[in-house]
T-cell receptor, first 111, second 115 residues
Framework: GQQLNQSPQSMFIQEGEDVSMNCTSS?????WLWYKQEPGEGPVLLIALYKAGELTSNGRLTAQFGITRKDSFLNISASIPSDVGIYFC???????????FGAGTILRVKS | EPEVTQTPSHQVTQMGQEVILRCVPI?????FYWYRQILGQKVEFLVSFYNNEISEKSEIFDDQFSVERPDGSNFTLKIRSTKLEDSAMYFC?????????????FGDGTRLSIL
């Protein structure tokens, strides 16, 4: 099946630090989405990317759609305690409308 | 802001019993989905539903699973004879669908525990 390789698996950082995580695949994606999941809740959409090379920001979050259409990254600047959670990349392959998810990055922030 | 709602939040069922998980998608959305997340693992696609029929399903979605949109608001997932390995979080999602590849919006999930 199609694989999304997400890294790092987990991060434990100091409040105020910047965070970077990424997803790569051997397959081409039409759309990249970044979601955040907190305990007891479903994934919540953070950023959507629709075109190769697109760079989009949402507050302290910035994400990019790789120009090869096979990767994406998410950066969080100046992390705060409420950034804690699991961050998932997800995408639509070139054909089809189901989401393929990465394994997630667990983010912990120490204040 | 409109949201996807799921009930119950937690379902405990004996192995072999039938279970129905319920979802109310966002009202003007046209595409509906079920995903599952086994504890500590990634979110996996189960099935997509559009225009009152299944549009795609994964290999996980075998004959024990079925979906239904019994009225204009509910979207259900039925597992006919549950197995221990069906224990997972089940997420419903919906998508507006007027153009392709839009974001899907997820409910908070139902935690299914099979004993």
């Amino acid at each position: 099946g199609q694989q999304l390789n997400q890294s790092p698996q987990s991060m434990f950082i100091q409040e105020g630090e910047d965070v970077s995580m990424n997803c790569t695949s051997s397959s081409i994606f039409n759309t990249w989405l970044w979601y955040k999941q907190e305990p007891g809740e479903g994934p919540v959409l953070l950023i959507a990317l629709y075109k190769a090379g697109e760079l989009t920001s949402n507050g302290r979050l910035t994400a990019q759609f790789g120009i090869t259409r096979k990767d994406s990254f998410l950066n969080i600047s100046a992390s705060i305690p409420s950034d804690v959670g699991i961050y998932f990349c997800a995408g639509y392959l070139e054909y089809g409308n189901k989401l393929v998810f990465g394994a997630g990055t667990i983010l912990r922030v120490k204040s | 802001e409109p949201e996807v709602t799921q009930t119950p939040s937690h379902q405990v069922t004996q192995m072999g019993q039938e279970v129905i998980l319920r979802c109310v998608p966002i009202s003007n959305h046209l595409y509906f989905y079920w995903y599952r997340q086994i504890l500590g693992q990634k979110v996996e696609f189960l099935v997509s539903f559009y225009n009152n029929e299944i549009s795609e399903k994964s290999e996980i979605f075998d004959d024990q699973f079925s979906v239904e949109r019994p009225d204009g608001s509910n979207f259900t997932l039925k597992i006919r004879s549950t197995k221990l390995e069906d224990s997972a979080m089940y997420f419903c999602a919906s998508m507006l669908g007027m153009i392709s590849n839009q974001p899907q919006h997820f409910g908070d999930g139902t935690r299914l525990s099979i004993l």
